[in-house]
């Protein structure tokens, strides 16, 4: 699509590669492109297909399959969320105990928040 952010990934492939491996997932990485150009909505189902293949593969050679391997993992390397940082209002503090807990830190919060945003009182 015009417009659309390319990824490039010099050695895309050894990403995939694993140190304990069945012959069938070693077929299935050398098929992968050495390189990756290419855009993010081409290069999501490509990760899909080889997460589930990791899994699958792990399952096999019966090794815990670690949580970096899992695709919405392995996704960010090449695509971050996107996070909108939204105000706040400060909440009052409820009962006496948490207040008396909290005073020494609640008025340098308070001050440490009004130098950066205006916020209702």
């Not at 589930?52 to 993992?73: D, M, N, S, Y």
Request: net charge neutral; charged share 20%.
């Amino acid at each position: 699509a015009p417009g659309a952010d390319l990824l490039v990934d010099l050695n895309f492939r050894d990403n995939f590669v694993l140190p304990h491996t069945t012959v069938w997932y070693s077929k299935l990485v050398a098929a992968l492109p050495q390189d990756w150009l290419g855009t993010a909505a081409k290069l999501t189902p490509v990760i899909e297909l080889m997460s589930a293949a990791i899994r699958f593969c792990f399952k096999q050679v019966g090794v815990p399959l670690p949580p970096w391997r899992e695709a919405r993992a392995v996704l960010s390397k090449w695509l971050c969320e996107v996070y909108v940082d939204e105000p706040l209002p400060l909440v009052p503090l409820p009962d006496t105990t948490l207040r008396r807990m909290l005073a020494p830190y609640h008025k340098p919060f308070r001050a440490a928040i009004n130098s950066v945003a205006i916020w209702p009182e």
